[in-house]
Nanobody
Framework: QVRLVESGGGLVQAGGSLRLSCAAS????????MGWFRQAPGKEREFVAS????????DYADSVKGRFTISRDNAKNTVYLQMNSLKPEDTAVYYC???????????????WGQGTQVTVSS
């Protein structure tokens, strides 16, 4: 019943911005933390950012700190990832997921969405 649908990906030049959205349904959205992961061709899926259930606590991978911002709107059952100053190495499929534990390991998340492609050209 849990469903996560990512959107907002696309093609952007280096230095540009995109905002990703993840629409959630099928569970009590406001009771769970949420996260964003990404996977580039030939690489393992990696943690990008997470946000606590109230939207107060956030964590970021070192590679995106200062450039990406995670946020959520519990009234809309949606989590966002604002991506600024994009680099070619940010090119990947971006996934959102539900946080089930207290760390940012991939195993702490489940109910993955289908992903949205982000391509950054140089």
């Amino acid at each position: 019943q849990v469903r996560l649908v990512e959107s907002g990906g696309g093609l952007v030049q280096a230095g540009g911005s995109l905002r990703l959205s993840c629409a959630a349904s099928g569970f009590t959205f406001s009771a769970y933390g949420m996260g964003w992961f990404r996977q580039a061709p030939g690489k393992e899926r990696e943690f990008v950012a997470s946000i606590g259930w109230r939207g107060r606590s956030t964590d970021y991978a070192d590679s995106v700190k200062g450039r990406f911002t995670i946020s959520r709107d519990n009234a809309k059952n949606t989590v966002y990832l604002q991506m600024n100053s994009l680099k070619p190495e940010d090119t990947a499929v971006y996934y959102c997921a539900v946080r089930r534990s207290s760390t940012n390991r991939e195993a702490d998340f489940d109910s993955w969405g289908q992903g949205t492609q982000v391509t950054v050209s140089s």
